[in-house]
């Protein structure tokens, strides 16, 4: 009897407290301040070009955060540095000019046959290092897809940064070569539009390549493949005078615009004339390349975050 009432007396002491009832308004400003910063996508969104455009230089610091991260991580605790940036196209140039050169003689070329191999190689490096990068650049990024909304093509935008500039320094370093030869003339600041037109191409395929390769794991592998037959449908190795048929250059230029931004750079050198649908062919090429790439990449990035 005095146990149980003793319990009864304890549990009346006890009681739960009463709180008043919560305002109507009071997880209102809370909710408010977390919808302004939320990004609402509705699924099967796509926006037009000119819209993900003016989304990409929304973002433009976020692009100068990835680009200077990656010149770190390339160029901290190296043994060459920056002087890989020259070797590297030296010694390909020096190997080809040994092999073509010696083969087919410079009794038709206006210029040593190593500075046309040097200008062709230095574009096929800068599209072909920025389309390997763009391939695994995705997914080593994957923490960052998965995490936080940004336009993904950033990602595939700074490896063609951060080659952009190895592309300067070997350009200053082929100018210094021309100046050196004496071939320096009037016309060389054309060679800065045979630059635009490869960077502006090599949006194209970066693109294209980057997004299968974060959707299919096997894109990885068979892209160094694809890098060789690349390299031998450009001529970049081929000296001028063996590829004189205008008609050949202007149908694979369409296809493959690298082509004739290469023979353009050789011609401009060395002062030789070109036919101007050469030139209207690299130029229309290379943006519709371009556009491609971002047309395909736009919707491959709906569902990049589940498949990467």
């Excluded at 998965?146 to 300067?168: C, Q, S």
């Excluded at 031998?232 to 149908?251: E, K, N, R, V």
């Excluded at 943006?287 to 047309?295: D, I, K, R």
Aim: proline letters at 6%.
């Amino acid at each position: 009897m005095y146990r149980g009432h003793a319990t009864s007396l304890v549990a009346m002491d006890h009681q739960p407290e009463q709180f008043p009832a919560r305002p109507d308004n009071y997880c209102r400003e809370p909710q408010r301040e977390t919808q302004a910063n939320t990004v609402r996508i509705e699924a099967g969104y796509l926006p037009s070009l000119w819209a993900y455009f003016r989304e990409l230089l929304a973002y433009r610091e976020l692009l100068h955060f990835l680009v200077w991260r990656d010149v770190l991580i390339r160029y901290r605790r190296t043994l060459l540095g920056v002087a890989w940036l020259v070797l590297q196209p030296l010694l390909q140039a020096a190997i080809v000019w040994w092999l073509v050169a010696s083969r087919f003689g410079q009794n038709n070329l206006k210029l040593p046959a190593l500075i046309h191999v040097v200008l062709g190689t230095t574009l096929w490096l800068y599209s072909a290092n920025t389309v390997l990068s763009s391939v695994h650049h995705l997914s080593t990024n994957a923490h960052l897809i998965t995490k936080v909304y940004f336009p993904r093509a950033l990602l595939v935008l700074a490896p063609a940064v951060t080659h952009f500039l190895d592309l300067g320094l070997m350009t200053a370093f082929i100018v210094a070569v021309l100046a050196f030869h004496g071939l320096v003339h009037t016309n060389v600041w054309l060679l800065v539009m045979c630059y635009v037109g490869t960077i502006v191409y090599t949006q194209g395929p970066a693109l294209i390549a980057g997004g299968l390769a974060a959707r299919y794991r096997d894109i990885k592998h068979m892209a160094p493949y694809f890098m060789q037959l690349w390299f031998f449908s450009t001529p970049a190795i081929y000296l001028p005078h063996l590829m004189q048929d205008p008609g050949l250059i202007i149908a694979v230029g369409f296809f493959n615009p690298l082509n004739s931004w290469v023979l353009l750079s050789n011609a401009i050198v060395e002062r030789a004339p070109m036919l101007p649908l050469v030139w209207i062919t690299a130029v229309v090429s290379s943006n519709l390349w371009c556009l491609l790439g971002y047309w395909i990449f736009i919707r491959l990035e709906q569902n990049l975050a589940d498949h990467i």
